[in-house]
Nanobody, 120 residues
Framework: QVQLVESGGGLVQPGGSLKLSCAASGTDFSRYMMGWYRQTSGKQREPVARVSRGKRILYEDFVKGRFTISRDFAENKVYLQMNSLKPEDTAVYFC??????????????WGQGTQVTVSS
């Protein structure tokens, strides 16, 4: 059974930091892109940062210079260090594992989400 389990969310003041963790199990994730998405009420889920199976890192513009993603391929874990947090970073953050096969077939796994609230 494939599982992605996030941890590390919470309440933090503007300018503060949080580190999210995601532990994946149940399949060989070395072939997957893994990363973080976020979603606020009434909006579509959006990518935040991702690490490809080739270790290429992708950041969305709104987190560049503030967030750092890292991935432990041996342990099937992915992390998101979030610094200089802003109120607009408030969202539910989801861990994602994505695989695109040779024929273009796509497989997505999601964690249950962890709430991040940035407020004074």
């Amino acid at each position: 059974q494939v599982q992605l389990v996030e941890s590390g969310g919470g309440l933090v003041q503007p300018g503060g930091s949080l580190k999210l963790s995601c532990a994946a199990s149940g399949t060989d994730f070395s072939r997957y892109m893994m990363g973080w998405y976020r979603q606020t009420s009434g909006k579509q889920r959006e990518p935040v940062a991702r690490v490809s199976r080739g270790k290429r890192i992708l950041y969305e513009d709104f987190v560049k210079g503030r967030f750092t993603i890292s991935r432990d391929f041996a342990e099937n874990k992915v992390y998101l260090q979030m610094n200089s947090l802003k109120p607009e970073d408030t969202a539910v953050y989801f861990c994602n594992a994505n695989y695109v096969g040779g024929l273009g077939e796509e497989t997505d796994y999601w964690g249950q989400g962890t709430q991040v609230t940035v407020s004074s």
